[in-house]
């Protein structure tokens, strides 16, 4: 009995999480893409198969079952897939590439072509041929290491059936960054199946990791060693003109034309160089507004294709919240005449990145800048050098340098120079159960002296049960990382939290969850600044929906004097504390209906009053063509320090409309009472080849609300007003 309990303990866990193997056969006859598998190479292939389910449970072979066969010649990796299912009601969000995957059927494949279980591409397909692709980071333990950002050249097809779809993709080698010579990948694969409501993997995953988590990839095994392939050149020209009109200036209105590019060259089968000239990104989206009522900078997300590529070798320092690096710093500037946020425009950049070997990673980014002297902003360099050595099986340890360096304007300049190194820590055993890292930072300005130090440490023990995290952070008050993300100075923070899950096998929940987090805020010399304790209850049903209900008790001292309804009232003196106790939840409902929705209300005490608030969406779905959406935000606040109460209003009504697999619009209007802000952006796509678009879109922006009249909210005065076409084309050399 003795020795069968050893057996358990230290074999069955790994017979029950092997690693699946599938072979890619080597082919000289390419198979058309057309999403039929009727060409001969797909007689030759044994697929991957025995998929698992993820979701509703762990422990069972999915009950619709899919198969993937793989192909390859000297230019493309080809991929067959087949996805069995209940018949040919399948549901498709919209034509619009690069879509959202759950809520909707499809099927996601990722290559990790290193084999390090860290980092992967991802290419996705839905029933109608609908692509996706995107990239993988730090072994894809939570949602921030997933991006669907990321754009490249390939092309895929689908074809419906009665009792399944089969798909086709055709993928360039040269797109993807591999060892030359290697013979084995690793590959992971996971798929949304509504009609059985069941979400399936081909390595099987427990539901306390992510179903993308690169740490349970498979073994794709190629027939034999990939070799590097001819020099990989791309150029990616564009030409755009812009039509302006700033009413609140009162000057007369701007025509431009601008003309630029991109140019992607393949150093080797690992390192990537990108260069741009004169770049311009009319064409990305806006960011959602959002009402702001706490006391520091909100986090907006890059978009912009030119930074996305490896963005964790520059942007993956750090904590979120203490980030040396945070690329759109760069072509963002201040008015030093105004004290506004503009635009600064970026003359150009290179980017080096990529692996020089199976275990180094390296990058180099310079961008230089314009100097806008009606502005007060100086031409500035900013130039980040990185590198990264792996450890172990999935372990890594980094290094930073970030330097903003301005020109030689005089009296221009407030800081000649900025600079931060640091080194980083990363580490995750075999199969994620634990995962931590540990960074030490460093900043350097000319107004300050000697070290100014950032550090922090998180520790995370994840098991099916049982999630134990440990974090800390120190940052020094003359710490001053310019090109990063720095939420906040001058502070010790400890945060620990435990979370217990069950996975019921009858009833109406499918996962519950329980815990229980801590967050401790100290300034030296002050003492305890913030602190929170959150008690919670979370959990997903078994239509998929999800809830959480927490409450939880607030302290914070003021450290200057502070606004807390964000709608430029009367504000709380610094040095005061206050004590509140509030209750929050939220709710998802079943994304793959027709009407969806989700809530996020708040109650409770607030600072020295009370607030209220709801927010959250509301989303219709007309199948395939797109969906109408509308988020919104309300807060309603009772502070016995003003006279009266006060209310803040968010709304964003939005309409994505694809007329085909290339044609795609989006009309977005957001009314934001907080900032005074009305804005609607209109944008037309045409993809007219891969990766090639046609881009038209509108910008209008007013004040809303009469200053002289708080009442009167409707209010419109226009700001300013813009129209710009951009045409973009990739050419592969």
Not at 470 to 498: C, M, S
């Amino acid at each position: 009995m003795k020795r069968l309990l050893v057996f358990s303990l230290f074999f069955i866990p790994f017979l029950v999480w092997a690693q699946k193997t599938v072979d890619v056969k080597l082919t000289n006859n390419a198979p058309q893409i057309d999403g039929a598998l009727d060409d001969d190479i797909w007689t030759k292939t044994t697929p991957a198969g025995d998929f698992w389910q993820y979701f509703p449970t762990d422990s069972v072979l999915a009950e619709a079952q899919t198969e993937i066969h793989l192909a390859y010649d000297e230019q493309n990796l080809y991929v067959g897939i087949k996805c069995f299912g209940a018949g040919k009601d399948w549901i498709i969000n919209s034509l619009k590439r690069d879509y959202r995957a759950g809520g909707n059927d499809n099927i996601t494949i990722v290559f990790d072509s290193f084999d390090d279980r860290t980092n992967g591409f991802f290419f996705g397909i839905n029933p109608l041929g609908v692509i996706r692709e995107g990239t993988i980071t730090n072994g894809g333990n939570g949602r921030g290491d997933f991006s669907s950002a990321w754009d490249n050249k390939w092309q895929g097809e689908a074809k419906i059936y009665d009792e399944y779809y089969t798909a086709e993709m055709e993928i360039p080698l040269s797109t993807l960054r591999y060892k030359s010579g290697s013979d084995t990948w690793g590959m992971h694969a996971y798929r949304f199946d509504t009609q059985n409501n069941e979400t399936s993997v081909w390595n099987q995953i427990q539901r306390n990791q992510t179903m993308f988590s690169v740490a349970y990839s498979g073994v794709m095994k190629w027939e034999k060693p990939l070799q590097s392939g001819s020099s990989n050149i791309s150029l990616i020209p564009y030409v755009s003109t812009n039509f302006a009109k700033n009413y609140e200036d009162g000057t007369p209105s701007n025509f431009d034309m601008a003309v630029g590019g991109d140019m992607k060259v393949g150093i080797s089968t690992g390192l990537n160089l990108d260069l741009t000239a004169n770049p311009d990104f009319a064409q990305v989206e806006v960011d959602r507004q959002v009402t702001n009522i706490d006391r520091f900078e909100i986090f907006f997300p890059e978009r912009r294709q030119f930074f996305l590529e490896n963005a964790d070798l520059f942007g993956g320092f750090g904590f979120s919240s203490t980030n040396p690096f945070f690329s759109r710093r760069i072509g963002v500037g201040t008015d030093t005449t105004t004290n506004t946020t503009v635009q600064n425009r970026i003359l150009g950049g290179a980017r080096l990145s990529g692996k020089l070997n199976q275990d180094l990673r390296v990058g180099l980014l310079t961008m230089q800048t314009a100097e806008e002297s009606t502005q007060g902003l100086p031409s500035t360099n900013f130039t980040v050098l990185s590198a990264q050595h792996k450890l172990w099986r999935r372990s890594n340890i980094g290094f930073i340098v970030v330097n903003k360096q301005t020109g030689d304007e005089g009296e221009l300049l407030d800081d000649k120079y900025n600079r931060v190194a640091g080194i980083d820590f990363n580490y995750a055993n075999a199969d994620n159960s634990w995962s931590g890292k540990t960074f030490l930072h460093s900043s350097f300005s000319p107004e300050t002296d000697g070290l100014k130090l950032a550090h922090g440490t998180k520790l995370s023990y994840n098991t099916r049960r049982l999630k134990i995290g440990w974090e800390h952070e120190i940052v020094q008050d003359d710490y001053n990382a310019q090109v990063g993300f720095i939420r906040r100075t001058d502070f010790f923070k400890l945060n620990p939290e435990i979370e217990l899950s069950f996975y019921p096998s009858e009833g109406p929940f499918s996962q519950m969850n329980y815990g229980l987090t801590s967050t401790l805020f100290s300034r030296p010399g002050v003492g305890r600044t913030d602190q929170s304790t959150v008690v919670f209850m979370d959990g997903q049903f078994r239509n998929s929906s999800r809830f959480n209900i927490n409450i939880g008790t607030t302290y914070v001292l003021l450290t200057g004097d502070f606004d807390p309804t964000g709608t430029s009232s009367e504000k709380l003196a610094a040095d005061t504390d206050y004590n509140y106790l509030s209750l929050r939840g939220f709710y998802s409902s079943d994304r793959r209906k027709e009407i969806s929705f989700s809530l996020m209300p708040y109650l409770g005490e607030y600072f020295n009053g009370f607030r209220a608030g709801l927010r959250g969406s509301l989303n219709f779905r007309f199948q395939p063509k797109g969906f109408v959406s509308l988020s919104y935000a309300y807060n309603y606040f009772d502070m016995p320090h003003l006279d009266g109460k006060r209310e803040t209003f968010l709304v964003g009504p939005r309409i994505d409309y694809t007329l085909s697999k290339e044609i795609f619009m989006t009309l977005f209007l957001q009314y934001n009472s907080q900032s005074k802000n009305t804005n609607i952006n209109g944008r037309f796509q045409w993809r007219f080849a891969p990766v090639s678009d046609f881009f038209l879109v509108y910008t209008d922006n007013y004040t809303t609300g009469n200053v002289d009249d708080p009442s009167n909210r409707f209010a419109f005065d226009v700001k300013n007003r813009a129209i710009v076409a951009k045409l973009t084309y990739w050419l592969n050399i």
